[in-house]
Antibody, heavy 121, light 107 residues
């Protein structure tokens, strides 16, 4: 059974960079069938897809984040990471990492438990 | 971006009821439609993919239908553990987008 676990600071100051890591266990991050995603959910609101990364390093980031998002993968540690720069209070949310299964159609079949990141001074 | 609109936004029902939730896409997405269930404080859980394919270990009382722009999620006989929020999600084109959610509450 694949498991994902987010880790990182729960509090980030405005204008700083939010950094999170997702550790994958029970399966290899290097499988070609999967694109590893970040999804967020502001308190009491719906889900927003941030983007994905493939183990090869190929990425796609939601244009709504403009150029604030960066993702990376470390296959030796079976981890992938998210950096979101210039954060504001609007970036306060539960951040989930998820496995994107690229078998038709692309769907998120395993999720981390989520981590709440609060942007506040 | 493809906009996904769910209806209703909230729904009250009783154990044993049959309920249907609708999801409409702003353009045709073929069958590139997935459904998730989310309980309070928990991560979403995949229920169905490709509009009508049941994810492993999901009870058969859940079913999905539709194609192009109009989709449905049906729960044939509500169980106490089904009271949750449900989201549709399109994977026809990036950026992938979700519906706003339908909260299913106990009547």
């Amino acid at each position: 059974q694949v498991q994902l676990q987010e880790s990182g600071p729960g509090l980030v100051k405005p204008s700083q960079t939010l950094s999170l890591t997702c550790t994958v266990s029970g399966g290899s991050i290097s499988s070609g069938d999967y694109f590893w995603s970040w999804i967020r959910q502001p308190p009491g609101k719906g889900l927003e897809w941030i983007g994905y990364i493939h183990y090869s390093g190929s990425t796609y980031h939601n244009p709504s984040f403009k150029s604030r998002v960066a993702t990376s993968v470390d296959t030796s540690k079976n981890q992938f990471s998210l950096k979101l720069s210039s954060v504001t209070a609007a970036d306060t949310a539960v951040y989930y990492c998820a496995r994107g299964n690229n078998n038709y159609p692309y769907h998120f079949d395993f999720w981390g438990q989520g981590t709440l990141v609060t942007v506040s001074s | 971006d493809i906009q996904m609109t769910q209806s209703p936004s909230s729904l009250s029902a009783s154990v044993g009821d049959r309920v249907t939730i609708t999801c409409r896409a702003s353009q045709s997405i073929s069958s590139y439609l997935n459904w998730y269930q989310q309980k309070p404080g928990k991560a979403p859980k995949l229920l169905l993919y490709a509009a009508s394919s049941l994810q492993s270990k999901v009870p058969s009382r859940f079913s999905g239908g539709g194609s192009e722009t109009d989709f449905t999620l049906t729960i044939s006989s509500l169980q106490p553990e089904d009271f949750a929020t449900y989201y549709c999600q399109q994977s026809y084109s990036t950026p992938y987008t979700f519906g706003q959610g339908t909260k299913l509450e106990i009547k």
